[in-house]
């Protein structure tokens, strides 16, 4: 069975720091591109950040860009993302997905259900 399982969602105050990890298993792990996307409420879904099977490629949003960092540990299976110099404006459920094609994150083949992340004073 295929999961994805994110965490390290919360609360915090702007100008905070937040790392979410997303915890993959039933597949193999170390043959797929991960990314982290965020939806706020009334908005559409946007991508956040991507990094290749095997981390020689990462992209980012144009919001997040020099903010935030994904990684990924393929002995755990689990990618990453750290936030940095968060703003009330990151405020978004973020999910994980997996998927064959880095340069056609939209066509992930498994997401999670997401965390919530909420930047404020």
């Known amino acids: 069975q295929v999961q994805l399982v994110e965490s390290g969602g919360g609360l915090l105050q702007p100008g905070g720091s937040l790392r979410l990890s997303c915890a993959a298993s039933?597949?193999?792990?170390?043959?797929?591109?991960m990314f982290w996307y965020r939806q706020a409420p009334g908005k559409e879904r946007e991508l956040v950040a991507g990094i290749s099977n095997l981390s020689r490629r990462t992209k980012y949003g144009d919001s997040v860009e020099g903010r935030f960092a994904i990684s990924r540990d393929n002995a755990k299976n689990t990618v990453y993302l750290q936030m940095n110099s968060l703003k009330p404006e990151d405020t978004a459920v973020y999910s994980c997905?997996?998927?064959?094609?880095?340069?056609?994150?939209?066509?992930?083949?498994?997401w999670g259900q997401g965390t919530q992340v909420t930047v404020s004073s």
């Open positions: 039933g597949f193999t792990f170390s043959g797929y591109s």
């Open positions: 997905s997996a998927g064959r094609s880095y340069d056609a994150p939209t066509t992930s083949d498994y």
